[in-house]
């Protein structure tokens, strides 16, 4: 099928999954093209059937509207003069000769802006198919080795995997009091993900041992970024590029391995973009659309910031005749799927704040209200170190892309390319100024929903320079009458120092990111960053002799490591948010840290502590028992002072792991 997208020369991929051109039973773009394009007709012959092709329109064979036949017919000849223009016999002056080749040429570009791109079908598309699945192998292999040992495990991961673990269990939302922090949806996709491993191996259910469960969602995303590449026509070479970004890039490889809702949320938005831009442009692929962005909002309400993006994909690639409808269409389907969570707290009783329960109102005002992280380029605060640390495992994608996306921006009005790609590079472009509000909250995975669009305008602006390297024609050309002859030594001389510029551009850009993105997933392939967690979860694994009956304070990256050890999940072991915010934890715990027998002080034990009163005078009242490691990423566990624990203890010890 066409596209409403006008079409001059630029990056046009190739079409070889057909020999025959498609009907189109949509061409309005054609239809109104021709017509306003047409140059004026002479009368119409005496006899023989009228003419139902447009004049100046593309042409095909099939149906070009509901109803209307077009026969086959050979493209009008870009040098014949229009009807009334004098015979080309016949001399003219060369003024009129001149204005005649001017208006032959102008209309011969109107007619290309106007004609359809080729569409490829990628599931038909051999050459495709062979590129992106060889690629997706080398994805898969990058990001899947050691994926158990890098990154460090992080207390996000274990929260999301100990809510999954609580579906799977009959146990609710959560593993404690659900308050409405996250929409749900994530986490039970999550709980789909890793329900087999879990009921053949149960032990396997903690964060290390369900990270593989994430190469599907990864793979998948890279998928719908090659695809998603191809329909909003970027060349084969530029898909390629868009995929490899997104699947390799240090950054890609650092935090799609981990139990992120984001990454969950990222494919089901390039979902969305993939249906919007969909060749076919049926209403049920415009509606699905909508869904599919709901569905990704459910999953991370943060893609909410990207909705205004889809809608433009959806605007560019849809009918002129029937994009307000598509665009009605598509927010109310989002809107229907995306007003169940509200629906579903208000049933609960829960929609607005009390003191006696949790509600979704609260949890909405605490997100809204956390504390900022302070101004990106502010060298003391937060959000310059979690920006550092993006551009120290690879500062190419996000200063390249961002860059990218403003220069097809800025050319929106002139470049294709632009136009085609408007609805990433917008989704980059929002996301980069509210990176940059004065004091907003930064976290770290925070460039996920970034990632697949920093990697779609990267490519873009890569194929728009290439195209005008190769392609550009000089104003000599584009005046003249007819082609000009190609200069002595032919088509080889002619196109050889354009191939040569782009041959020496891919060489510099392949120096540039190749060995820095070799040295930036050097780590991610060899290091083993989780030792200390394992250590400390043999630890107690072997030397508690009663688990059910002790109490534990961790984070969330060693629950369930514990829960499988047979220590009482809620009540024996703590996620130690829980022990300061959650009310019907306090109740256990009527003494406060004096119910405590141990506390395990990970990174981030010891950074939200001052916060949290329990925590903070659990290490306050703790005598080191053992730790894992050095630094800040050691592993310290603590027996608490007066806990039960502590009656009849031996010496405490301290040293390395085991």
């Known amino acids: 099928m066409t596209t409403t997208l006008p079409s001059p020369d630029e990056t046009a991929p190739e079409n070889t999954s057909r020999k025959k051109p498609v009907p189109d039973r949509f061409s309005d773009r054609a239809a109104a093209a021709g017509a306003e394009s047409a140059p004026a007709t002479g009368p119409a012959p005496a006899t023989g059937p009228a003419p139902t092709a447009v004049v100046g329109a593309p042409a095909r064979s099939g149906i070009s509207g509901p109803g209307t036949a077009v026969p086959d017919a050979p493209p009008p000849d870009p040098g014949t003069p229009p009807p009334g223009a004098p015979d080309p016999g016949t001399p003219a002056p060369a003024a009129a000769r001149t204005a005649l080749a001017r208006a032959a040429a102008k209309s011969v570009a109107a ?41 460090a495990l992080s207390d996000d991961e274990g929260t999301y995997l100990s809510q999954a673990w609580a579906v799977q269990q009959g146990e609710g939302l959560a593993h404690y009091t659900y308050w409405y922090d996250h929409p749900p949806l994530g986490w039970m996709q999550i709980a789909a993900l890793t329900y087999l491993p879990a009921q053949i191996w149960p032990e396997s259910m903690n964060v290390a041992s369900m990270r593989p469960a994430m190469l ?12 998603l590449a191809r329909r909003l026509f970027l060349p084969r070479w530029a898909a390629a590029l868009a995929m490899a970004a997104f699947g390799l890039s240090p950054l890609s490889v650092y935090f799609q391995r981990e139990l992120f809702l984001d990454n969950i949320a990222v494919m089901w938005m390039l979902l969305a973009f993939c249906l919007a831009a969909s060749p076919s442009r049926h209403l049920w692929h415009q509606f699905a659309a909508g869904l599919a962005g709901a569905v990704s909002v459910l999953s991370k309400e943060t893609m909410l910031l990207v909705l205004p993006a889809l809608l433009v994909t959806l605007w560019t690639h849809s009918h002129r005749e029937t ?104 989704a980059v472009a929002i996301l980069t100024l509210l990176a940059f509000r004065p004091d907003g909250y930064l976290p770290a995975m925070y460039v996920i929903q970034a990632l697949p669009f920093l990697a779609l305008v990267l490519a873009g602006a890569a194929a728009s320079i290439v195209h005008m390297v190769l392609h550009r024609r000089g104003t000599d050309e584009t005046d003249s009458a007819a082609p000009a002859a190609p200069p002595a030594g032919g088509f080889r001389k002619r196109w050889g120092p354009r191939r040569l510029v782009v041959a020496v551009l891919a060489v510099l850009a392949s120096v540039a990111v190749l060995p820095a993105w070799a040295e930036g997933n050097r780590d991610a392939l060899t290091e083993d960053a989780n030792r200390h967690y394992r250590a400390a979860a043999d630890w107690f694994e072997t030397e508690i002799d009663d688990p059910a009956n002790t109490r534990v304070l961790v984070d969330d990256a060693l629950w369930l490591d514990l829960v499988h050890d047979g220590y009482t999940p809620g009540t024996g072991v703590f996620w130690f948010y829980k022990a300061d915010l959650d009310p019907a934890v306090m109740k256990t715990i009527p003494r406060g840290w004096k119910d405590i027998d141990y506390i395990v002080s990970s990174q981030t034990v010891r950074r939200d ?27 310290e566990i603590r027996r608490v002072n007066g806990g039960t624990a502590a009656a009849g203890a031996g010496a405490p010890t301290a040293g390395g792991g085991r």
Do not use: M
Request: charged share 15%.
């Open 111 to 151: 007619r290309r802006r106007t004609e359809p791109r080729p569409v490829v079908r990628f599931r038909s598309s051999r050459p495709d198919l062979l590129l992106c699945f060889g690629l997706l192998a080398v994805i898969v292999l990058v990001q899947g080795w050691n994926i158990t040992g890098f990154p």
């Open 216 to 227: 599907l969602i990864s793979a998948v995303s890279s998928v719908l970024v090659y695809v």
């Open 609 to 635: 502590a001052p916060t949290l009163p329990t925590t903070a005078a659990a290490l306050a009242n703790s005598t080191v028992v053992e730790v894992f490691g050095t630094g800040d990423d050691r592993i």
């Open 323 to 426: 994009r307000k409808f598509v665009v009605t269409g598509a927010i109310t389907s989002c809107a229907l799927v995306g007003f169940s969570y509200p629906l579903y707290a208000l049933l609960n009783n829960e929609l607005f704040a009390s003191p006696d329960h949790v509600s979704l109102f609260a949890g909405i005002e605490y997100q809204l209200s956390r504390p900022g992280s302070g101004f990106i380029l502010d060298a003391g605060s937060g959000s310059h170190k979690t920006f550092q640390a993006w551009l120290y495992y690879d500062p190419i994608l996000p200063l390249a892309g961002v860059a990218a996306a403003v220069l097809l921006l800025l050319v929106f009005r002139w470049s294709v390319t632009a136009r085609a790609i408007g609805g990433p590079a917008l």
